[in-house]
């Protein structure tokens, strides 16, 4: 047997509780390998509860661990980095809680968080600056306009107040109010970012949120004011074109701007 | 690839509850260490507490996903990493495990055991190359504990790390507690260990603590034993000045216990010098 074949059924030994051991090891072999596997799945899951503290408690520690352990199944680390087991732990919790969405949303805020607190750092944009910026726009230039946006910033909908959400789950005490706490009547945005050197997040409207996300994603300030007025009518996609604009200013979401 | 001098100091690991004290003042230390993977990122709080703590103190570089056993070679785009943060940092040294973490597809996040064998050291001796050569700077690499002990070993762990430090000319971070913890596990002498070594390559010393049973577990959550600190007495004698440091990665106490176990350290490193002196 080779290195790399010996490795690779080393490493699916770890993964796999019913994995075959060499035919030639002893008690003492196999007592040693079982340290290792032990560590392996304890490692992983106190990273998920690390990068995920609110949703474990939201969840209940009993539910959250059978989560993770799911997860590091069916999704086994790949990365050097230990951070990246967490990723898409929210479409698990999805998948695994779907009567129960706020678990993933909660999910998804805390991974979206643990991304903007290590993102690249950036300077922003403030209100003087953007109108020094756009100072010589004509009209063409103002609908041809894009904005770039600080890296980590995460922006997705939710059918739950995670702003009440979250500090529910902050302590020690009862969570029954975060388990007790209704949907919204309608989605709202969430959006996550990092603020000086600590990630958080706000919420938004819906379509606010979605025209971030297109302006995120490259649409000009005239494709996001035409889906507003699609999602709104005129009078009131026009109020918050504006209003919108100044606030993503304002939250120090925007890095630069382009005509 | 450069030679890397000897610096005979005391550190700590840095850890997360410790950095307001790092952060705020004179902390008693020659040098820290850090896991470089922790600051492996893009921006953010890790880089700007790094930054701040290296104008203050000598800074080593300790890595963990190195993987330098992996018989599926290195990792290009991690090494790419540690570079741009070797850079940034200009760090005493960068070390890492004589170990592998991950096959083809998957990584293991733990410091899993090698086959002393010619196959495997020829496939470590390849992956330090290639490591040290895109890093630019020579490393250190660790005894690791270990728990299993390969039917198929050709030679002692002592002969094969000597052997990858013959051949790819990296120095050696000696961690005595390891040492401590895999003679009680695989029933080796740990003098035989530390005799068999090129100790004049040691640049760093490791302390912890660890977990005792039938098998040993190296678990950083406890002071350093008195087993392991004859040890460090005796390491000290033999590899000439090295920087001697504790790592703690659970159960972190108070900084101040810390420091008062460092203490222990330099006291021993003192009795040695005057002991060479006489």
Not at chain 1, 52 to 66: D, I, K, N, V
Not at chain 1, 241 to 257: E, K, N, P, S, Y
Not at chain 2, 47 to 68: I, Y
Not at chain 2, 88 to 110: F, G, K
Request: glycine residues 6%.
């Amino acid at each position: 047997m080779t290195l790399a074949e010996q490795q690779s059924g080393f490493i699916q030994g770890l993964l796999a509780n019913d994995a075959l051991l060499p035919e030639h090891w002893q008690a003492r072999e196999r007592a040693g390998y079982e340290i290792y596997r032990n560590a392996y799945r304890a490692r992983l899951i106190d990273a998920l509860r690390e990068t995920y503290p609110r949703t474990a408690r939201l969840a209940g520690e009993e539910a959250f661990q059978a989560a993770a352990a799911h997860h590091l199944i069916t999704h086994p680390p790949a990365s050097w980095t230990l951070d990246d087991a967490g990723l898409h732990f929210d479409r698990t919790l999805e998948a695994l809680f779907p009567r129960d969405l706020d678990v993933a949303e909660l999910g998804w805020i805390e991974w979206a968080m643990q991304v903007a607190f290590t993102a690249a750092d950036a300077d922003t944009l403030d209100r003087p600056a953007l109108t020094a910026a756009t100072a010589a726009f004509g009209a063409q230039a103002w609908q041809d306009l894009r904005l770039a946006f600080v890296p980590g910033l995460a922006v997705r909908l939710v059918e739950h107040d995670c702003l009440r959400l979250w500090p529910l789950l902050g302590g020690d005490e009862s969570i029954d109010a975060a388990r007790e706490l209704a949907p919204l009547s309608e989605a709202q945005g969430c959006i996550v970012w990092r603020g000086g050197l600590c990630s958080t997040f706000t919420m938004v409207s819906a379509p606010e949120a979605r025209a971030l996300a297109a302006m995120q994603t490259g649409a000009n300030y005239a494709d996001a004011c035409e889906l507003l007025v699609h999602l709104l009518g005129e009078e009131p996609a026009l109020q918050l074109a504006g209003t919108m604009l100044a606030r993503w200013l304002d939250q120090g979401w925007i890095t630069r701007v382009s005509a | 690839m450069t030679h890397i001098e000897p610096f005979a100091g005391f550190g700590l690991g840095l850890r997360r509850p410790h950095y307001p004290d790092f952060l705020g003042g004179d902390v008693d230390v020659d040098f820290v260490e850090v896991i470089s993977e922790n600051f492996m990122v893009d921006g953010g709080k890790p880089l700007a507490v790094l930054d701040t703590v290296r104008c203050r103190h000598e800074v080593a570089l300790h890595g963990v996903s190195l993987s330098p056993g992996s018989a599926h070679g290195v990792d290009r785009d991690y090494l790419t990493r540690l570079k741009a943060l070797a850079d940034r940092i200009e760090p005493l040294w960068v070390s890492d495990h004589l170990c592998w973490t991950r096959s083809s597809a998957h990584n293991s996040h733990d410091l899993l055991p090698l086959p002393y064998t010619a196959e495997a050291l020829d496939v470590i001796c390849t992956n330090m190359m290639i490591a040290q050569d895109i890093l630019q700077r020579p490393l250190l690499l660790e005894n690791p504990s270990s728990y299993l002990s390969f039917p198929e070993n050709e030679m002692t762990e002592w002969e094969f790390l000597s052997e990858v430090a013959q051949r790819t000319g990296c120095y050696l971070l000696l961690d005595v507690n390891n040492i401590y913890v895999s003679a009680h596990n695989h029933g080796f002498s740990a003098h035989d260990y530390l005799g068999g070594l090129p100790l004049e390559r040691v640049r760093q010393i490791h302390l912890a603590g660890h977990t005792p049973g039938e098998i040993a577990i190296d678990t950083h959550d406890r002071a350093v034993c008195a087993g392991v600190w004859d040890l460090l007495e005796l390491a000290l004698a033999r590899t000439g000045p090295a920087a001697v440091m504790i790592e703690r990665d659970d159960a972190i106490p108070p900084l101040a216990d810390l420091l008062a176990e460092l203490a222990t350290a330099r006291s021993i490193a003192a009795g040695v010098n005057r002991a060479a002196a006489a």
